[in-house]
């Protein structure tokens, strides 16, 4: 046999094959005995172990890599390297943010990281193997091809095998999706990733290591998915770009046009042109969106959140389709009884008796009776003469109690000719979601063996799936902020919608069986259509999400199972419940670690919280950048002296942008997330951005007309884009809380204090009286140019917003 691992192409063709081929001499171990030391040695030579595949997730050497080594911090480095060479060591204080922004990210990305791992850890899988007759138990990775494993109730399935000996029934939920158990027989094929939910069997390992199910799609689903991003990193993305490619061109022009025209010293010249680019670079705002995302990580993390990708609790904010399955995330995968109904003329409370003797002297070793147990609970301490477990082949249980056979089972099975005077009754409760038992007293003699004689019903025993905690309470609070609720579920469409209804979901009785759309229109528009999508397989799961994405929706996506990687793997936003497989936990940007979907709306209050704060607190960034792109760009075409220095720009960022920004960044903050983010931050910016160039471009032209002192106009600047700076800040914290007036008050204050006791440091020197009073004059206007500036974008914005209404009419 050929072993190797070999990844199962998509019709997409996204994940390329890969095959490395061993040869492998198979054995044929006998069932009592299993293999030999030799054998088993022979295997782990060949490498025909079941080894737990690497993910493909990062490293922690890559995550170091990736945040270390990027066009921004080498562009920093080279401006640091500069101002060292020319000696201009005070100019230096930008290079605390950009270190503590880098050790923020890597530290929250191997957190991540680290929690998966001690996750995956907690959660590693023994087997009870055979080998040389004995029994052991050892870590599932330890196990080798040809392998004889015992399973029994409880047992996940390590490795893809083959049934040798018993009889099991199977829960494939997490690898099909479908809740339906199944009997698995002498020959038949165990999957990776199942359960066994009752029976014991012997099986041989087949299919391990790489060349296992669970494996091959755990790699496909762990694919990095960094190509996607959500709309504020992509914006802020977009705004590094393209200051990344201006800045080069502008601060070469700059330094030769200071050095080699303008006369000025070398390290003049580095001074300014640094100067330049450091204020063009908004290296404060993505400390501040990694700050804000590492803070509200650290607080859903007291609420067993992890975020894996800090970027989706922007996404999640933002969504308005959260797709989810109905066993895990509706429901819980526990069994309970939803009650019973006698049959006919039977007491209620009789029957009840009966049942709660049935259930106190039958074994726990099955869902469905610890349910029966926990419900009918009012025995009389009766003991059964005989007892007979549950069997799949006969699909009943049974029991002898004062001389009566009572059954409980499958009504086809018990009631079997008789089941069609009751298909009524009984198809009833199986529309609304309820797995039904028939109750009875059979009238031959048990005998473990399938019932030959009459059964005389008694009552129908009706369970389900219960609703789970806080899920209503969920649902409703998503169906409030207008999120539309999409169930995608293995399971009957009929029982799905019944318990989506329950759970409150709008829209719930809009179902369809996905078996019947057979091209990718008919699901694409299915999927606008239809609240509930039942029998959907792993693929069509993938292509609703899908579906919905090309609809212009925003969708998250919740799962538990082997079934659903790939469709998480696509959605923007894809939250795993921790109780469920390991390859869903990896592939998600959210866990929740203790599989409480309640825990959902505290995300998406942290999403909000960050992005309107951010996005408010942004403008104070972008007045700076902008500002001085316009500034730098002025001064190349007059061939005039850059007037600020990079300790001025960072005494003026430090009071005006840096730390208020973090006070306000971290506010409560629950207002629904509109428009787009650049451009809700642009309206905002540019007005102060112009009006800080206006003054101080005429500060600098009158003064050089009167042929005041550079060092003079260097602080007169300062001031003045101090003051805007204020100006916007108090825009920006409106409405104006007592917090909000201290913060105010202490940055003007810790302002006037670096320029007065500590100048020497923001190279901040005293200013002739000429220079003075043309400063006045250009402070008195900032409030009228600012002001007037502000209601023209406003103006334009709302001509703007007029026409693209029309547009969509």
């Not at 212009?552 to 998480?568: C, F, P, R, W």
């Not at 469920?580 to 929740?592: F, H, I, M, R, T």
């Not at 600020?644 to 005494?651: C, R």
């Amino acid at each position: 046999m050929k072993i190797g691992s070999r990844i199962q192409e998509e019709p997409e063709k996204e994940v390329e094959e890969i095959e490395k081929v061993i040869e492998v001499r198979r054995f044929q171990p006998d069932k009592d005995i299993g293999l030999t030391k030799e054998q088993v040695a022979e295997h782990m030579m060949a490498r025909a172990v079941n080894t737990k595949v690497d993910s493909s997730t990062k490293t922690a050497k890559e995550i170091i890599h990736s945040n270390v080594f990027t066009y921004f911090n080498l562009i920093f480095l080279i401006l640091a390297l500069l101002l060292l060479i020319a000696g201009a060591f005070r100019d230096l204080t930008f290079l605390p943010i950009i270190i503590a922004n880098t050790c923020i990210g890597i530290f929250q990305e191997i957190r991540s990281k680290r929690v998966l791992d001690n996750l995956s850890i907690l959660n590693a899988p023994k087997a009870n193997v055979l080998r040389e007759g004995e029994i052991r138990e050892i870590a599932a990775d330890k196990l080798v091809l040809d392998d004889v494993v015992i399973f029994s109730a409880g047992n996940q399935i390590p490795a893809d095998a083959v049934v040798l000996d018993g009889e099991v029934s199977v829960n494939e939920s997490l690898i099909t999706g479908e809740s339906d158990e199944i009997i698995k027989r002498a020959g038949d094929t165990l999957l990776s990733g199942s359960f066994i939910v009752s029976g014991k069997c012997s099986g041989q390992l087949e299919k391990v290591g790489k060349d296992s199910y669970i494996s091959k799609l755990t790699l496909q689903a762990t694919k990095s998915k960094d190509e996607e991003q959500s709309e504020m990193i992509r914006a802020l993305d977009e705004l590094l770009r393209i200051v990344g490619i201006i800045i080069l061109p502008i601060g070469i022009v700059l330094f030769i046009q200071q050095f080699v025209f303008g006369g000025m010293s070398f390290q003049a010249s580095v001074t300014s042109m640094v100067a330049a680019i450091i204020g063009m670079i908004p290296e404060g705002l993505y400390l501040l969106a990694t700050v804000a995302m590492a803070v509200s990580a650290m607080r859903l993390a007291k609420q067993q959140i992890l975020l894996h990708d800090m970027k989706c609790i922007e996404t999640l904010a933002r969504v308005n389709v959260l797709c989810v399955d109905k066993t895990g995330t509706i429901t819980v995968p526990e069994m309970e009884v939803s009650g019973f109904e006698p049959v006919g003329s039977e007491n209620k409370e009789n029957v009840h008796q009966m049942l709660s003797d049935f259930a106190a002297n039958m074994e726990t070793d099955n869902a469905t009776m610890e349910a029966m147990q926990e419900y009918f609970q009012e025995s009389t301490g009766v003991s059964a003469e005989r007892v007979f477990s549950f069997s799949s082949e006969t699909k009943y249980s049974a029991a002898v109690i004062s001389g009566c056979n009572y059954v409980l089972g499958a009504p086809e099975f018990v009631l079997r000719t008789e089941y069609a005077h009751y298909a009524e009754q009984i198809e009833q409760y199986s529309l609304k979601g309820y797995r039904v038992l028939v109750f009875g007293i059979y009238e031959g003699v048990l005998d473990g063996r399938p019932l030959m004689d009459k059964v005389r019903p008694l009552a129908f025993v009706y369970l389900s799936n219960a609703i789970r905690k806080g899920a209503i309470e969920t649902f409703s609070y998503f169906a409030e902020r207008e999120v539309e609720i999409k169930v995608i579920s293995g399971d009957n469409p009929g029982t799905v919608s019944e318990i989506a209804k329950k759970a409150g979901i709008a829209n719930a009785e809009k179902y369809i069986d996905t078996s019947t759309l057979e091209t990718k229109e008919a699901l694409y528009d299915a999927a606008d259509q239809y609240t509930v999508f039942g029998r959907v397989t792993p693929k069509q799961k993938r292509q609703l999400v899908k579906a919905l994405k090309q609809q212009g929706k925003t969708v998250a996506m919740t799962g538990d199972g082997v079934n659903d990687v790939l469709a998480l793997k696509d959605a923007d936003c894809s939250i795993a419940m921790a109780s469920g497989s390991e390859a869903a936990a990896q592939v998600s940007q959210l866990v929740l670690l203790d599989s409480d979907f309640s825990r959902m709306p505290s995300v998406v209050m942290e999403g909000r919280r960050v992005v309107n704060n951010i996005q408010r607190t942004a403008s104070l960034y972008l007045v700076k950048n902008i500002f001085s792109m316009l500034l730098a760009v002025f001064s190349m075409i007059l061939m005039l002296d850059y007037p600020l220095e990079p300790s001025q720009l960072s005494l003026i960022s430090m009071f005006t942008i840096g730390v208020p920004s973090f006070f306000l960044a971290l506010e409560q903050n629950k207002d629904q997330i509109k428009g787009k983010f650049m451009s809700n931050v642009f309206i905002k910016a540019f007005p102060a951005a112009l009006t800080n160039f206006i003054v101080v471009s005429g500060l600098v032209m009158f003064c050089r007309e009167f042929h005041v002192d550079a060092d003079c106009v260097s602080t007169s600047c300062t001031i003045l884009v101090s003051i805007v700076g204020f100006m916007v800040l108090y825009r920006i914290a409106q409405p104006m809380t007592t917090g909000h007036k201290i913060l105010i008050v202490a940055m003007i204050a810790g302002w006037l204090f670096c320029m007065l006791y500590v100048s020497h440091l923001f190279s901040i020197t005293s200013i002739s009286r000429q220079c003075a009073m043309l400063m006045v004059i250009f402070a008195i206007i900032t409030e009228p140019v600012f002001r007037y500036l502000s209601m023209f974008v406003e103006f334009i914005r709302k001509i703007a917003g007029n026409i693209n209404n029309r547009f969509k009419r």
